[in-house]
């Protein structure tokens, strides 16, 4: 029996006692993950799901975390001519070794979900703001008054944001940053190449969430590139 499971924004096809390689999970070795999107069961009586089989599951052990076979790449940077690299890159993963497959209960079973490493942490970061109710219900009681007063505030808005775009550096001249991809830095409180240069691993993780580009920052060589532009 074989089944098909979804992780990482890949299919993998998959038989009890596999050793598997996918994009890096938040767990430790030796730790038990169950998989839920299950897209196909395979045997003497095949399963399609629709899209997914209801209440099929993949269970597995973390057996190590990993990474992948180095890759080169070459870099040209955009408007400096001349000024090529070639660069390399090793993709975090996480090795495991397929236990059992269950074709119904995989909802009931208790077992820990197979979550990716980064939508831990944009859970974390989302489920802190839950207190900011009771200030809501003490202003809606307030005097109309109070809010035309609030209304004022909105015309000097852009004139804070002018103020930081006169300080902030030129984005654009990063490999691959055109004027949108500039725009989502500046609303994320990037805007000068010393910031891009201090960034620490966590921090290029979190830049991938918001700007949705997984792995670009580190393709494009950011980091090396704003630590250049900054000195000049």
């Known amino acids: 029996m074989f089944a098909v499971l979804k992780t990482g924004g890949k299919q993998y096809k998959v038989s009890s006692g596999d050793m598997l390689r996918v994009e890096k999970l938040a767990a430790d070795a030796g730790e038990k993950v169950q998989f839920n999107e299950i897209l196909m069961l395979g045997g003497d009586k095949p399963v399609v799901g629709a899209p997914l089989v209801d209440g099929a599951a993949v269970q597995a052990e973390v057996v190590d975390q990993i990474k992948g076979d180095k890759v080169i790449h070459f870099v040209k940077r955009r408007r400096k001519h001349g000024s090529q690299r070639t660069k390399g890159h090793r993709q975090q993963l996480t090795l495991l070794r397929v236990t059992d497959i269950l074709e119904k209960g995989g909802d009931k079973s208790g077992v820990k979900a197979a979550m990716g490493a980064g939508s831990v942490s944009a859970a974390a ?78 921090d ?9 580009f997984k792995g670009r920052i580190e393709r494009e060589g950011w980091i090396e590139q704003a630590k250049e532009l900054a000195k000049g």
Do not use: C, R
């Open 125 to 202: 970061v989302s489920a802190k703001p839950a207190k900011k109710a009771e200030p809501k219900k003490a202003e809606a009681k307030a005097a109309p008054k109070k809010a035309e007063a609030k209304a004022e505030p909105k015309k000097e808005a852009p004139k804070k944001a002018a103020k930081a775009d006169k300080g902030a550096d030129d984005l654009k001249q990063l490999s691959g940053v055109g004027p949108a991809l500039e725009k989502k830095l500046l609303e994320a409180g990037v805007t000068t190449f010393a910031q891009i240069a201090a960034w620490t691993e966590a």
């Open 204 to 212: 290029v993780a979190a830049m991938d969430e918001k700007l949705s």
